[in-house]
Nanobody
Framework: QVQLVESGGGSVQPGGSLTLSCAAAGFDFASYNMGWYSQTPGKLRERVASITFDGASTNYAASVKGRFAISRDNDKSILYLQMNSLKPEDSAVYFC??????????WGQGTQVTVSS
């Protein structure tokens, strides 16, 4: 049914940039608020950024505000996360899902982001 496939992660030095993509299928992507979530092994997933169904409004965790930008292409059903000025503490597995807490679809495998020198 619903498929959420994250990609774009990798290893980068502090101060570097990455662009994550989430290819969505199996639902009306344009009708749902979406979000990016991060998870460090052994910890709960935390919301990093969210965006309304029409892209009119975005929200960010304080720790990434000014450095990350969430966007979406409803025609292609793709969610993006532009990550700039990366810090070691940004290292995590990043997932995409619905932007409303408690109403998530099955989680994908995520994409690993490692920031180190």
């Amino acid at each position: 049914q619903v498929q959420l496939v994250e990609s774009g992660g990798g290893s980068v030095q502090p101060g570097g940039s990455l662009t994550l993509s989430c290819a969505a299928a199996g639902f009306d992507f344009a009708s749902y608020n979406m979000g990016w979530y991060s998870q460090t092994p052994g910890k709960l997933r935390e919301r990093v950024a969210s965006i309304t169904f029409d892209g009119a409004s975005t929200n960010y965790a304080a720790s990434v505000k000014g450095r990350f930008a969430i966007s979406r292409d409803n025609d292609k059903s793709i969610l993006y996360l532009q990550m700039n000025s990366l810090k070691p503490e940004d290292s995590a597995v990043y997932f995409c899902n619905r932007g409303v807490s408690g109403l998530f679809w099955d989680w994908g495998q995520g994409t690993q982001v490692t920031v180190s020198s």
